[in-house]
């Protein structure tokens, strides 16, 4: 590389580091693992902090603030067979203060950066984000990336595994328990609300997704459309929520060949460009206001590979470019 063509990617990075300067993030890792059966997820946040998140944010010019794992009460008797809610207690106790930690990293003018950890921890982070933009009188939206709807409830659950239900919560659907963390409900407008990647959907959250009208952008459609196309809509749904919106990503609208670390792998989902492609895309939308990142399993994953990838998501969506 000559000696113009090295100032002149050096000159690049300023630039790109500049136009971070003052965003702030505050982390906090939530190794709930009982919202789903697979044991392994519980170690979640640590696996991407050995795949060095915080240094890897801090080289992006953002301020990182890392609350560190929260506490979790766990279970001490199992789930009673063929239990609808399973520990609906623990789980509930654990979401709300989530949103109480949310809350406050937000009352820090920092994004909250939320690392699992199950699914069903969505239904604390994004309680602490509505909770904090209804105070202001502001709407949220959501992209929620994802191979499953988690749109069961009580009723309709195969399983009785809470991180199946978060999405249907947040909506106000299914158990008060749920519904009400925060002491309010429903947290979203369907409006919106735009759902990615799914490929493994239940009947009875079909006839939910029906009901509520929520947009559902499924893998058929990514592959008829391309993902440029359909991040375009989902962030156009999205960011018409007047503070700007969350984004939850599950591991598993991954293809598992690029992240095997997941305890519900579904076979045909995002390909490792057309991941970071939907990252890149909300990072140059703008009005992204906390981002959570989910259901890595450390004991079915390979060298990190998926804890790996999944920072360089985050990076990705925090503004990371390939120039």
Not at 237 to 266: C, E, M, N, Q
Request: hydrophobic share 40%.
């Amino acid at each position: 590389m000559s000696e113009i063509q090295t100032e002149q990617t050096q000159a690049s990075s300023k630039i790109q580091l500049a136009s971070l300067n003052g965003k702030r993030v505050g982390v906090i890792g939530v190794p709930l693992d009982f919202g789903a059966e697979v044991a392994g997820v519980e170690l979640g946040p640590a696996a991407m902090r050995v795949a060095r998140l915080n240094q890897r944010i801090a080289q992006l010019g953002y301020e990182v603030r890392d609350l560190g794992d929260m506490r979790i009460v766990h279970p001490t008797e199992p789930a009673a067979p063929h239990e609808r809610l399973r520990y609906l207690k623990e789980v509930t106790e654990a979401c709300e203060n989530l949103a109480t930690e949310v809350c406050g990293i937000l009352a820090q003018s920092e994004l909250p950066l939320v690392i699992g950890g199950d699914h069903a921890i969505a239904m604390g982070t994004i309680s602490g984000v509505a909770s904090f933009y209804r105070e202001r009188e502001q709407s949220i939206g959501l992209i929620w990336f994802d191979a499953h709807a988690d749109m069961n409830t009580h009723e309709t659950t195969p399983s009785g595994n809470l991180h199946g239900m978060p999405l249907a919560a947040m909506l106000g659907y299914g158990a008060r328990e749920l519904t009400h963390i925060g002491g309010f409900a429903p947290k979203l407008d369907p409006r919106f609300c735009a759902h990615v990647g799914a490929r493994d959907v239940d009947m009875g959250e079909r006839e939910l997704i029906r009901r509520t009208g929520i947009r559902f952008i499924t893998m058929r459609e990514i592959d008829e459309r391309g993902m440029s196309n359909c991040m375009d809509e989902a962030i156009e749904i999205a960011r018409k929520a007047s503070a700007g919106y969350h984004v939850t990503f599950d591991v598993d609208a991954l293809d598992p060949v690029d992240a095997p670390g997941s305890g519900t792998i579904v076979r045909g989902g995002f390909t490792y460009r057309e991941a970071h492609l939907a990252m890149e895309k909300i990072a140059e939308a703008g009005r992204l206001i906390s981002l959570e990142v989910v259901e890595i399993n450390t004991t079915l994953d390979v060298n990190n590979k998926t804890a790996a990838l999944g920072v360089e998501l985050v990076l990705s969506a925090l503004g990371k470019t390939i120039l």
